[in-house]
C-alpha cells in the first residue's frame, strides 16, 4: 500500500476523494469520551486482558472476526494517520459499536492505557469533533466515530497479542506478551488543531510535547544548539506509516555531550511519549533508555510557538521519537490554531517483533 504524504494530502483538498464505507459524523457523538476508570484495576498489560475478553463478550463470533485477525496478519502494518476516507482501516469502528461495545471499548483503552495516554486519546479525538464541523468535513470523514480498533492474536496470557487503536491523527500499536507489554512501537500521536474550545471546553493537545522539546533546546549553550541544528523541517514525520523499517541518520547533539540538567531535560521530553503506557511497563522502558541515554541524540530546527514550522528528532539504537509541527492547518476552522505530526518507534521492537 502506498501512504499520502502530508503534501499529498494538502493537494488533495481540492481533489474529489474516493468514497470508502464510513460512518456518518453525525451518528452518535462519542465525543467526549468517557472519564478515565479503571474497572479491572491499575492500567497493566494484564487488566487489559481482562477488559479485552469482556469487549469480546459483547461481540457475536461474526462480528468478532471483523476485528480480531493474526498476530502477523499483513494488514496490521496498513494502518494510517491520515482520515478513513483516504486510508481504509482494519477492525471495527468506533461509530459502528452501540452503546455498551462502546463503552466496554473505552474501559479497555483505560486498561491498557495510563491515564495521561487515555487522555490523550480523548483530546486528540475531541480535536477531531471540532474539525468534524468544518464545511469539509463530510468530504474527508473527520468524525470521532471514524476511530477503528483492532486485535491481534486473541488476548491471552499464554501466547502474544496485540491491540490497534487509531483514526485521524493517532494510530497506536501495542504488543503484549506474557502480562507484559512488550512494544508501543510503531505509535503516532498528532493532532489538528492544537488549542481549541469545543462545547465550552478548552483544550490544549500536543503542545506540551513541543514545549518539553524546546525546553531541551533551550538548555543548550550556543555551540551545544549549533550541533543540534535539525536542518530544514521535512515535509512529514520520516518514520510515519508505511515507513517500518526505515531509520534516519543520526543527527544532532548526544546525550553524552550534554549537562546533567540537560540530560534529565532530555528525559522529561522522551517521557511525554513513553508515558502513554501502563506506569510498570513506562518506568520499565523509561530504565531502559536511561542506561542507554549516551548513545541517545537531539536534534531540533524551529520555536516555541504551536504554529511554526518546527522538527525535533530525539534518537538512539532502540528509539527513535519525531514531532513536526507542520506550520498549517488543514482544515479551514482550524487554522492558526496549531497542526502536530509525532511518531514514538522502536526500530529493535516494532510490532512487538
Known sequence: MRF???ATVMLLIATPLAAHDVTDQQAHGVVPIPDYAQPYGKASARSARL????LLAHFDD??????VFEF?????TTWSNLPTAMVERAGISVGEMDETQRSSLFDFLASALSKDGYERVAEIMAAEAFLSRDARAERFQWSPENYWFAFYGTPSSEAPWAWQFGGHHLGLNVSIDGDTVQSLSPSFVGTEPSIFTLDGTAYEVG?????????????LDEDQQAIADAGAVPDNVLTGPGKDG????VAGLAASAMSAAQRDLLKTAIRQWVSVLPAEDMERRMDELAADLDKISFAWTG??????PTYMRIQGPSLIIELLSTGGNVGGNAS??????????????????
Open 207 to 219: 503542545f506540551d510535547m513541543h514545549q518539553a522539546g524546546f525546553a531541551v533546546f533551550d538548555a
Open 303 to 308: 520555536s516555541d510557538e504551536v504554529n511554526t
Open 246 to 249: 526505515v531509520v534516519p541518520p
Open 72 to 76: 502477523d496478519a499483513d494488514k496490521r
Open 62 to 67: 461474526d462480528a468478532a472476526a471483523r476485528f
Open 51 to 54: 477488559a479485552a475478553i469482556a
Open 4 to 6: 499520502p504524504t502530508f
Open 336 to 353: 492558526g490554531a496549531g497542526h502536530y505530526h509525532t511518531m514514538y518507534r522502536n526500530p529493535k521492537s516494532d510490532y512487538g517483533r
